[in-house]
């Protein structure tokens, strides 16, 4: 019995002799070219030359990657948020620098000003504080007061409550402990993070990156109208410490449960809705702050911008698809439809399939239910991002897209 295919099925037709000898001259003449070109290589020492160039090339790679995490590195990068309290937060300093405070950073002599409030100010905790913060307590250059400042070299801050002693040390004589571990806990859940994690965020290892400034394609007074990628800032999938977050918050949540997808949505968008603060000051600034996710989880505030960074970064971890939506002034997150309603009428269809938008500035938001009072800016959608794309914004009417600068 024959298991081939029957009669009736087109066969391809077999090589005449003739191409099989063209075929066999073919590869003779590639092999004696590649055999030719090995031996001159070897005659002028290529061959052990270019192994060893891209080994040496590995390990030059390998050698810069592990300094960014050496102490130093790492003492960079906490000095830098320590400097950028908006980025980073009380909570932050104070797991890093205890009952002090930092006041100044230099960053052409990577000097800084600590000081100690005066409810703190007693001399078994200034010393605890000097002994957890730094290397040598010794190493201090203290402050003296001077009309109501305390002046070091010709720097000085204000005396008050808040600073009653001050002192300059050199970041070098910072403490770092590679394997400490941050924590920031919510109402609902706990946020932690390694520090080489932290590195991996400073270094956009951890986030999409891509191109930051977008043009519309329109012009005001012969200028093109640009806004900021930020899909560039979202957190990648798979993100340990964001995972840990996604699992820590919908622990509760059962699989198996029908409505698991749109509850384990929910929960994410209740977090950043209810517990991180809208920030007016960043919303109302004349520029645009954008943080990665670690930051406005480390500062618990933000404005519209990176709550929606935040919520599509928890999305990211849990595999669900959603969209990034720029509507005038204002940019949003939609997910979706499935079992959601849209009773509210803030759905939209994109690429044929129905979406629902999950709106993270007003907290208690019900995706589908609830009402705004400003609902035609979010129907107003002008452009459609999905992060994990790099560098692709479409405009939501022409489904063309934007080019960058």
């Not at 024959?2 to 000898?21: A, F, K, M, V």
């Not at 160039?53 to 000095?79: F, G, M, V, W």
């Not at 957190?235 to 198996?256: C, F, I, Q, Y």
């Not at 670690?294 to 618990?300: C, G, I, K, Q």
Request: with cysteine; aromatic share 10%; proline share 4%.
């Amino acid at each position: 019995m024959s298991l081939g295919l029957s009669n009736s099925t087109p066969q391809e037709d077999p090589p005449s002799n003739r191409s099989e000898i063209k075929w066999l001259l073919g590869i003779t003449g590639v092999a004696f070219v590649v055999l030719l070109g090995l031996f001159l290589m070897k005659q002028i020492g290529w061959i052990q030359w270019i192994p060893f160039a891209i080994a040496k090339k590995a390990y030059q790679n390998s050698q810069a990657e592990k300094q960014q995490y050496k102490p130093d590195a790492l003492r960079s990068y906490i000095i830098s948020y320590l400097a950028q309290p908006r980025f980073a937060g009380r909570d932050f300093e104070k797991q890093i620098l205890g009952d002090l405070h930092l006041e100044l950073y230099f960053i052409d002599t990577e000097d800084v000003i600590l000081s100690i409030s005066k409810a703190d100010n007693t001399p078994e905790r200034l010393q605890a504080a000097k002994e957890k913060v730094m290397l040598d307590p010794t190493m201090i250059e203290v402050a003296r007061e001077e009309y109501g400042y305390l002046k070091v070299g010709r720097f000085g801050v204000l005396r008050d409550e808040k600073t009653d002693v001050a002192f300059r040390t050199n970041i070098k004589n910072i403490r770092i402990d590679p394997n400490q571990s941050l924590t920031f806990k919510f109402e609902r859940g706990t946020y932690s993070m390694t520090l080489v994690e932290l590195a991996d965020f400073v270094l956009n290892k951890s986030i999409y990156g891509g191109k930051l400034r977008a043009d519309t394609g329109e012009r005001m007074a012969g200028s093109p109208l640009i806004f900021y990628n930020h899909g560039a800032y979202v957190g990648k999938a798979g993100e340990p410490s964001l995972k840990r977050l996604v699992e820590n918050l919908t622990a509760d949540l059962s699989p198996s449960d029908p409505q698991f997808r749109e509850k384990r949505i929910q929960r994410l968008l209740d977090f950043v809705s209810n517990e991180i603060a809208y920030d007016k000051t960043e919303a109302l600034a004349p520029f645009e702050t954008l943080k990665r996710p670690n930051e406005t989880l480390m500062s618990r505030r933000s404005d519209c911008s990176n709550k929606t960074i935040l919520l599509c970064s928890l999305l990211e971890q849990t595999g669900d698809p959603y969209l990034m939506l720029y509507c005038p002034h204002h940019i949003t997150v939609a997910v979706q439809k499935g079992n959601f309603t849209d009773a509210n009428g803030l759905s939209l269809k994109w690429f044929n399939k129905d979406w629902v938008i999950t709106e993270s500035t007003l907290a208690g938001f019900k995706v589908g239910e609830t009402r705004v009072r400003e609902e035609e800016i979010l129907k107003q959608v002008r452009f459609v991002q999905q992060p994990d794309v790099k560098n692709i914004i479409f405009n939501a009417k022409s489904g063309q897209t934007l080019e960058f600068q």
